[in-house]
């Protein structure tokens, strides 16, 4: 399914968060949203699964605008993964998927055998089955991330959302979830602040800076402009090959200038 931007501005404490973005996310791609702190990734993504209205501007999602989708076939369809994972409630790992079938389940209907598959799959699928019966809140901070991924799978929507998705985890797993919603074939929109993963991982690139979109592509063309020197202030190197010669991008620091020396006194 592909999401569309079109005009978007949101408003957010009275100033602009977005202004005038303009997009279209490709169906059955990775697309990497990029940009520093505070650029508008999370806002933007919040869009397309409702938790926030345009000001102006539109977002469809295969051409329906968002904001006329019924929640329950809109939460059916895209499937979420924001930072924070919910600590209040004393829901076990196995509980807390559950509640990512909720959008195919009739109220206070009980769990049918589809969804214990669904959340048996999904808890397999980023390896916490034997997890399955501890609290979420006595996880440590990347098995609840993997939780809260399995939760989004557990959903099945055909559009996957995820919001700064490897937050939290070890190399090993960062590379594994990375790999994993590659090969899902379905629409996923990621924010990332890696811009390695991104490069090496994503499909597509989308650069916000300060509410605006500033570019998009595919990672070896966005990533190496001059504009994510300007943006992030860091220069891509192409280092290591793989052995399908595969280059992947890393990043340094702008060199700065070496400081001048000013003339000793004598
Ligand atoms: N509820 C709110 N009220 C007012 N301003 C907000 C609100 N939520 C976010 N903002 C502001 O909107 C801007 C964009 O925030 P957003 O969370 O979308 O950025 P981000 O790119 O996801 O940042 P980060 O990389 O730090 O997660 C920031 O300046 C933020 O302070």
Known sequence: MSIEFHGLRVDLGGRPVLTGVDLR???????????????????????VFGARRPTRGRVTIDGAD?????????????????????????????????????????????????????????????????HAERLLRQLSGGQRQRAMLARALAQDGRILVLDEPTNHLDITHQLEIMRLVGGLGITVVAALHDLALAADFCDDVAVLHEGRLRAFGPPSEILCAPLVREVFGVDPRPSTEDASGHRFLRFRPVAEPAPTRAPAHE
């Open 25 to 47: 996310i490709r169906p059955g791609r990775v697309t990497a949203l990029i940009g520093p702190n505070g650029s508008g990734k999370s806002t933007l993504l919040r869009t």
């Open 66 to 130: 968002v904001v006329r989708i019924p929640p329950r076939q809109l939460a059916r369809t895209v499937a979420v993964m924001l930072q924070d994972a919910p600590s209040e409630f004393d829901l076990t790992v196995r509980e807390t998927v559950m509640v990512g079938r909720a959008p195919h389940q009739a109220a206070f209907a009980p769990d049918r055998a589809v969804d214990r598959l669904a959340v048996d799959r999904a808890l397999r699928t980023v390896g916490l089955q034997e």
